[in-house]
C-alpha cells in the first residue's frame, strides 16, 4: 500500500536541497532554515578536503575548504553542524564515498550524544565508490579495499542501523560524465551486483537476512531535460532491479525487491547563458521522476537556477523548494494511480531501454564486473566517448539548446544584472578559521587516546575485522578525518584512476572545410614556425576538484586537432603542474577547476613558472569561474577564461593556438 494523506492524496517525496558551505555553525544555521521553510529532509554536502580524506591544514586542501561543501573535520564539527536538529526525528542524506564509514560514525556518535535510539535513525550514505572511479573523482583507496569498506558498512548497518541506507548508488554523476540512459541503468547495476556479491560472500550476513540486505540499497539518479525519455528510464529501472534480485539473489518479498531511489535533477544541461531558461529545465526534469507514480522518487532535491554562474545562496535554494512544493501541494498529481499504465508509446521505451541495459550488464559481467571493467578502463572510455558524441551534437546543432546554440537573442535579465550579487561567495578568510579551530582541536584532545586508535584501525585494516567498529572507536578518541584517512591510506595505499582519454575515439570529424580541419591546419602550421615537432598543451586539474569531464573533453578534441596532449588526472598540486609543464616543455598549461579554488591556485601556478622562468607559456583557465574573478585572474596574467558559456570545444583550441601565437610573437 503506497503512503496516504488525508483526503486520498499520495503522501509527497522527501523534499531536500543540497547544502553545506563555509563551516559546520553557518551549515547548521542554514539546515534550520531550511527545515522551518517545509524541506522535510537534509542532504549534506561535504567540502572537497572532507570528500577526499584531507585535513583542512594539508596541502591539496588550499583554497578547498568551506567551497563546495561543509569542512568535517572531526567530532566537534558534527556536533555542530547538528547543533539542536534531533537527528532521531530527521532524514539525513550524505553525499559522501571514500570516507563515508567515517561521517556515518560520527553522525552515529553525534546522535548517542543526543540520546538517539541508533536503530531509529533514517537517512542515507552515498558510499558509491564506483562512479567516483568514473565520473567524480573523490575516491581515495584501490578497489578491493573501497568495496571491503563498503561491505563492512554496510553489514555494520544491516545489524546495528536498521533503518539505514548504506549505500545509495549513484548513477547521477554517470549521467554528467556523458552516461546514455542505457548506460546508466547498465553501470548502477552492475555496480550494485558486484557490491551484493561483496556482501553476501562476506559472510557477515546470514543467508535468511539477505533480502533485508537488499532492501537497504537505495540509488540515485539523474533526470535529464528529454523528460518522456528519463520517465520511461525510471521504469526501466524498476524492471531491471526487480527481475536481477529475484533471478540473481533469490529475494522473493517485493518489498524487498522494490527499487528505492532519490534524486537531483541534471546540473550538467543548466547553462550560464541566459540562466533564467534554467528554471523551466529544472520543472521538467523534475517531472520526470514525479509523474509516473509506480516509479516515483522517494526523494527529490533540485538544482538552483544559477548554479552555472555560482555557489546558489540561500534564497535559490528556496526557490528550488518552492517548486517541489507548488507541485506536491497545488497540483493534483498525487490523487490519481499512475498515468502511464497502459500506454503503448512507453511500454515500448521501457522494453527497448530494459533489453539495451540487460545485454551491457551482460557485456560486463564477462569482462569480470564492475571493478574489473573499472580498473581496465573500459567503463571509463565509454563515458569519455558518449560525452563527447554529446558535445559534438550540440556544437553542430544537431541537439539544440536553447539560448547556447539557438536563439540566442535576449533582452538584459534583472536576475543578472549585477553577476556579482546573484551569487554566494565564500570568505577566503574562512579557510585560516577553519586551520585554527582544527589545529586547537587537536592541541585540547587526549593524545595518547588518539594515538592508540588509530593503531587499532591501521591493525584491523591489516586483517579482516569490520573496520566500522575502529572507526568509531576514532570518532570517539577526536581522531580527525585526516588522521583516519591516512592511517587506511598506509595500509590500503591510494589509486589514480584511468582517465578514458587515450582509448577515446575521434568524436568530431576533421574533414577539408570544417572547423575543426581549420584548428588542424594552425595547429600544425604554428609547430612548424617553432621549429617542428608538435605542439604541446598541458592540461591539468589542481587542487583536490575531481570534475574531470570538461577537462577530458578539451583533451580528446585538442588531440584530435593534433596537439600532443600532457593529462595526467586529477588532484595535483600547482607544484607537480609546473613541474609536468616544465619537464614537458609544453607550449600552453590549461587549468581546469570547478570548485571555487582557482582564485588561490591559479596565482600560484602563474607565480611557480615565473620562479622556473618559463612565464612565456601562456596560461588558460576554464571552470565556474565569476566574472570579477575573471577579471582579476586575466589582470594576473592569465592568457583567456573559459566558462560554460564556452560550449564549443574546437572554437576553445582554436584560441588556445592563437595564445600559443600571441605568446610566441606570431601573426594571429
Not at 573523482?137 to 584501490?142: A, L, N, R, Y
Not at 518552492?322 to 499512475?338: G, M
Not at 591546419?521 to 604541446?536: S, Y
Request: proline residues 4%; aromatic residues 6%.
Amino acid at each position: 500500500m503506497e503512503p496516504r494523506e488525508q483526503g486520498g492524496k499520495d503522501r509527497p517525496w522527501l523534499m531536500r536541497t543540497y547544502a553545506g558551505h563555509s563551516t559546520a555553525e553557518a551549515s547548521n544555521a542554514l539546515y534550520r532554515r531550511n527545515l522551518d521553510k517545509g524541506q522535510t529532509g537534509l542532504s549534506v554536502a561535504f567540502d572537497l578536503p572532507t570528500q577526499t580524506g584531507y585535513d583542512a591544514d594539508h596541502v591539496l586542501a588550499r583554497g578547498e575548504v568551506g567551497r563546495v561543501g561543509v569542512p568535517v573535520g572531526h567530532l566537534g564539527d558534527m556536533r555542530r553542524l547538528f547543533e539542536d536538529i534531533p537527528l532521531e526525528r530527521t532524514n539525513t542524506s550524505m553525499t559522501i564515498n571514500a570516507t563515508a564509514m567515517w561521517l556515518l560514525a560520527l553522525y552515529q556518535v553525534v546522535a548517542e550524544e543526543q540520546g538517539a535510539d541508533i536503530a531509529a535513525l533514517q537517512g542515507t550514505t552515498q558510499n558509491d565508490i564506483v562512479k567516483e572511479y568514473l565520473s567524480r573523482g573523490t575516491h581515495v583507496f584501490p578497489p578491493v579495499p573501497s568495496l571491503r569498506l563498503t561491505t563492512d558498512m554496510i553489514t555494520y548497518t544491516v545489524h546495528h542501523m536498521p533503518r539505514w541506507n548504506p549505500i545509495n548508488i549513484c548513477s547521477y554523476h554517470l549521467q554528467e560524465a556523458g552516461a546514455t540512459p542505457v548506460q546508466e541503468i547498465a553501470y548502477a547495476m552492475s555496480t550494485a551486483v558486484a557490491v551484493l556479491d561483496a556482501v553476501f560472500a562476506s559472510g557477515q550476513v546470514p543467508e535468511e537476512r539477505r533480502g533485508e540486505v537488499v532492501g537497504r540499497i537505495s540509488f540515485f539518479v539523474n533526470a535529464g531535460v528529454r523528460f518522456v525519455e528519463e520517465m520511461c528510464k525510471m521504469r526501466a529501472f524498476g524492471r531491471v532491479w526487480d527481475t536481477l534480485t529475484r533471478e540473481r539473489y533469490g529475494i522473493e518479498d517485493p518489498r524487498h525487491r522494490r527499487f528505492r531511489y532519490g534524486v537531483q535533477v541534471n546540473s550538467l544541461g543548466l547553462t550560464e547563458a541566459q540562466p533564467e531558461n534554467n528554471v523551466q529545465r529544472i520543472v521538467l526534469e523534475m517531472l520526470a521522476v514525479t509523474l509516473s507514480k509506480d516509479a516515483r522518487a522517494r526523494a527529490v532535491q533540485l538544482p538552483a537556477w544559477n548554479e552555472a554562474l555560482g555557489l546558489p545562496r540561500p534564497w535559490d535554494q528556496q526557490w528550488s523548494l518552492r517548486i517541489q512544493q507548488v507541485l506536491a501541494h497545488e497540483s493534483d498529481l498525487l490523487e490519481y494511480a499512475d498515468l502511464f499504465d497502459g500506454s503503448h508509446v512507453v511500454e515500448a521505451k521501457v522494453a527497448e531501454l530494459v533489453e539495451q541495459a540487460t545485454a551491457e550488464i551482460a557485456h560486463i559481467e564477462e569482462l569480470g564486473g564492475a571493478m574489473a571493467a573499472v580498473e581496465s578502463g573500459y567503463l571509463k572510455s565509454e563515458l569519455v566517448a558518449s560525452h563527447a558524441a554529446r558535445r559534438a551534437r550540440i556544437e553542430s546543432g544537431e541537439e539544440k539548446v536553447v539560448g547556447v546554440n539557438i536563439h540566442e537573442s535576449t533582452e538584459p535579465s534583472p536576475l543578472t544584472a549585477d553577476l556579482d550579487t546573484a551569487i554566494m561567495t565564500v570568505d577566503p578568510a574562512n579557510e585560516a578559521r577553519v586551520v585554527a579551530a582544527l589545529h586547537e582541536w587537536r592541541q585540547s584532545r587526549d593524545e595518547p587516546r588518539a594515538k592508540a586508535a588509530l593503531d587499532a584501525l591501521r591493525s584491523a585494516a591489516t586483517g579482516t575485522d569490520n573496520l566500522m567498529a575502529a572507526t568509531l572507536d576514532c570518532a570517539r578518541a577526536g581522531v580527525t578525518t585526516g588522521e583516519w584517512s591516512w592511517a587506511l591510506r598506509d595500509v590500503f595505499g591510494e589509486f589514480r584512476a584511468p582517465t578514458g582519454v587515450g582509448s577515446a575515439p575521434v568524436a568530431v570529424a576533421a574533414e577539408e572545410g570544417s572547423p575543426l580541419a581549420d584548428v588542424r591546419r594552425r595547429v600544425a602550421v604554428t609547430a612548424k614556425e617553432l621549429g617542428g615537432g608538435r605542439l604541446r598543451l598541458l592540461v591539468g586539474k589542481p587542487g583536490l576538484d575531481g570534475h574531470s569531464n570538461g577537462a577530458e573533453q578539451i583533451a580528446v578534441r585538442a588531440r584530435d586537432a593534433g596537439f600532443e596532449v600532457v593529462y595526467q588526472g586529477i588532484r595535483l598540486t600547482p607544484e607537480q603542474i609546473v613541474s609536468a609543464a616544465v619537464a614537458e616543455d609544453v607550449h600552453c598549461v590549461g587549468l581546469s577547476i570547478l570548485s571555487g579554488s582557482h582564485a588561490e591556485l591559479v596565482p600560484d601556478v602563474l607565480e611557480r613558472l615565473r620562479r622556473a622562468g618559463v612565464d612565456d607559456i601562456p596560461v588558460v583557465v576554464g571552470g565556474i569561474i565569476p566574472a570579477a574573478d575573471a577579471t582579476a585572474l586575466r589582470a594576473a596574467g592569465v592568457a583567456a577564461v573559459f566558462t560554460p558559456k564556452d560550449f564549443g570545444i574546437t572554437g576553445i583550441i582554436g584560441r588556445i593556438v592563437d595564445e600559443i601565437r600571441r605568446a610566441n610573437k606570431l601573426e594571429v
